[in-house]
């Protein structure tokens, strides 16, 4: 049975915690917490991570409201500390794991941080402890792989001596806290009693519903709903193909589209990109373990992974429309993030897409307001392009002179492929408009 102190040491908050992964979703979640009233030990492998988190400062770059200010309260309220060292764990009550789950070149499911993770901690992890994973796992991953290295580690059993959860995170960047407060959760214990002191301890930090489930629910769900979001995300892109085809704008057809009631098509772009979509859709694919013919998951990531090449495409295409030989070209590419108005990197389309274009086009610079090396002077990096392709709706863009920009490249192309502009707007103008579902 679960230790009954638990649920008294969180209710008067003299619960001990830690959170391992102090990353995009770690480090907003040690943060909370510890706003919370909880003392929160942050557990990362990064040195410099870990300094900078302990003087108060963010190591996250981009536009993430109140993190920082958050971030500077608790550190200097003394109720979050970084450290790299493991020992403290067997003192704390509740364990948050927020660790990378990649998957490899073949879609397998990668836990190296996981299960390292895992080994450290159950070096220390004493009874009546309560580990939690918040990473997206395939389904059955926590039964496979996280319960049996604690136990062999420990020599103690999960859900007896020790007890474990899933509760897979809902967070995007730019939204962090905001997502960590209002986004419901799903609570999957190895017990339902365990899944009931989650909620418990999360209603702390979410103001929306707390579901207690059993842990395979809780994996399904997370690896389920952004399976759902890949492939709707993809059907959208495959309509604005169509609509270039068809001379149409997908734009328009999908406004249409979603006035009929109970139809909500996603919005066509330049693929997908962050940690999640990208490979959650093989995590949940890995669990069907060869039983289950997939044939929708793989053809919507196959949609979305060769939408940068579209891209490019589109972007020669127009090169060649107007007489310029893509190798003698240049190309500025504005957008270098997966997401507007942050920093993450992460399985960047625009990434894909200028690997694709060095092997074409002589000269390719990017800009990016949020990106290091990009954070450049935005018209120095367009000056005398041949085209523009804008890959990521950042606000920076959003007030682009478009006459300034007629007047500053060497040839009036311009490439949108977020649909952020009026077509009529750029060709006012007159700059050449192409865009990504617009015949």
Not at 133 to 142: D, L, Q
Not at 196 to 222: H, P, Q
Not at 264 to 287: E, F, Q, R, T
Not at 399 to 426: C, N, S, W, Y
């Amino acid at each position: 049975m679960m230790n009954s102190n638990l649920s008294a040491r969180i209710q008067n908050k003299s619960a001990k915690v830690a959170v391992i992964g102090l990353g995009y979703v770690g480090l907003p979640v040690a943060c909370i917490f510890a706003d919370a009233g909880f003392d929160v030990l942050g557990v990362d492998i990064s040195p410099d991570r870990i300094e900078k988190i302990n003087v108060g400062q963010s190591p996250i770059e981009g536009d993430e409201p109140g993190l920082a200010e958050l971030l500077a309260k608790v550190v200097g309220a003394g109720k979050l500390r970084a450290d790299s060292d493991y020992a403290a764990l067997a003192k704390v009550d509740i364990v948050l794991i927020a660790v990378e789950t990649p998957v490899d070149e073949n879609n397998v499911p990668r836990y190296a941080a996981l299960k390292a993770a895992m080994t450290d901690l159950g070096k220390v992890i004493t009874p009546g402890t309560m580990v939690v994973v918040e990473s997206t796992i395939a389904p059955g991953t926590m039964a496979s792989v996280v319960q049996p290295i604690l136990e062999t580690q420990s020599g103690l059993k999960a859900n007896h001596d020790f007890f474990i959860g899933a509760c897979p995170e809902r967070v995007m960047p730019g939204k962090l806290l905001a997502n960590l407060r209002r986004m419901s959760r799903v609570c999957g214990g190895g017990t339902p009693e365990t899944a009931a002191v989650m909620v418990e301890f999360y209603r702390n930090i979410v103001e929306a519903d707390l579901d207690a489930a059993d842990i395979i629910t809780a994996e399904l769900v997370k690896t389920t709903e952004n399976a759902y979001r890949d492939v709707q995300i993809a059907f959208a892109n495959e309509v604005a193909k169509i609509c270039e085809a068809n001379g149409a704008d997908v734009w328009k057809v999908r406004e249409l589209v979603n006035k009929s009631p109970g139809r909500n098509m996603h919005l066509p772009g330049a693929g997908v990109g962050g940690h999640c979509i990208p490979k959650d859709p093989w995590l949940l694919a890995y669990s069907a373990n060869g039983h289950v013919p997939l044939h929708l998951i793989p053809a919507a990531r196959a949609v979305n992974e060769s939408m940068p090449i579209h891209v490019a495409e589109m972007t020669l295409h127009a090169l060649k429309e107007a007489g310029i030989a893509p190798e003698s070209a240049s190309i500025a590419v504005l957008g270098y993030a997966y997401l507007e108005n942050s920093d993450d990197t992460r399985h960047s389309p625009t990434a894909a897409l200028v690997d694709y274009l060095h092997t074409k086009v002589a000269d390719i610079r990017i800009h990016d307001p949020w990106v290091e090396p990009y954070r450049t002077d935005v018209w120095e990096t367009v000056s005398d392009c041949d085209a523009v392709v804008l890959m990521v709706k950042h606000d920076a863009y959003r007030e682009l002179d478009f006459g300034r920009m007629e007047k500053t490249l060497h040839t009036q192309i311009f490439v949108d492929v977020r649909g952020l502009f009026a077509p009529e707007a750029v060709k006012s103008a007159g700059l050449r408009y192409f865009g990504v579902g617009r015949g």
